[in-house]
Antibody, heavy 119, light 107 residues
Framework: EVQLVQSGAEVRKPGESLKISCQGS????????LGWVRQTPGKGLEWMGI????????RYSPSFQGQVTISADKSISTAYLQWSALKASDTAMYYC????????????WGQGTLVTVSS | EIVMTQSPATLSLSPGERATLSCRAS??????LVWYQQKPGQAPRLLIY???TRATGIPARFSGSGSGTEFTLTISSLQSEDFAVYYC?????????FGQGTKVEIK
């Protein structure tokens, strides 16, 4: 069974850095993509970017390019989402999700990681 | 980027009724259109991909149609577990983009 397990909720102050993770299981290869989706309180879904576990090829939404860094460690089937300097507006639920290829839908989703940025 | 517009924002219906949700793309996305369902406190779930193909385990009462810029998700007879928010997403062009969602609520 495919499972995506995300790291736990985080509380940070503005200006602090943060790295959250998403580890996949239930499949043997690294020939797939993992993506990140933001959901702000009471709002909809925003596609942030995706990364190919095999070679770390990454695609970003222009809205998030330069604001976050998506990375991966294929040896542990894990993708990361990182901020160098958080802002209050980064407060949101962040979901990771798996795609079979870059043209696929998000077929499996993690449980979400709530990030709260507040002074 | 392609803008996805869903309508209506909220649909108030009774169990057993038919739900028709619309999604419009600002430019053609061919048949590369996906529907997700999200219930409160849960991650989204894949319902439909390729505009009309049901994902594994999705009941037959859910159907998708359309191509180009106009798409429809139909729930033939609403069950209690179908009251949720539904999002469309295009995966034809970069960046992928979501619609703002349609909430199907109990009337």
């Amino acid at each position: 069974e495919v499972q995506l397990v995300q790291s736990g909720a985080e509380v940070r102050k503005p200006g602090e850095s943060l790295k959250i993770s998403c580890q996949g299981s239930g499949y043997s290869s690294t020939n797939y993509w993992l993506g990140w989706v933001r959901q702000t309180p009471g709002k909809g879904l925003e596609w942030m970017g995706i990364i190919y576990l095999g070679d770390s090829d990454t695609r970003y939404s222009p809205s998030f390019q330069g604001q976050v860094t998506i990375s991966a460690d294929k040896s542990i089937s894990t993708a990361y989402l990182q901020w160098s300097a958080l802002k209050a507006s980064d407060t949101a639920m962040y979901y990771c999700a798996r795609l079979s290829n870059s043209w696929s839908p998000f077929g499996h989703w993690g449980q979400g990681t709530l990030v709260t940025v507040s002074s | 980027e392609i803008v996805m517009t869903q309508s209506p924002a909220t649909l108030s219906l009774s169990p057993g009724e038919r739900a028709t949700l619309s999604c419009r793309a600002s430019q053609s996305v061919s048949s590369n259109l996906v529907w997700y369902q999200q219930k409160p406190g849960q991650a989204p779930r894949l319902l439909i991909y390729g505009a009309s193909t049901r994902a594994t385990g999705i009941p037959a009462r859910f159907s998708g149609s359309g191509s180009g810029t106009e798409f429809t998700l139909t729930i033939s007879s609403l069950q209690s577990e179908d009251f949720a928010v539904y999002y469309c997403q295009q995966n034809n062009d970069w960046p992928r983009t979501f619609g703002q969602g349609t909430k199907v609520e109990i009337k």
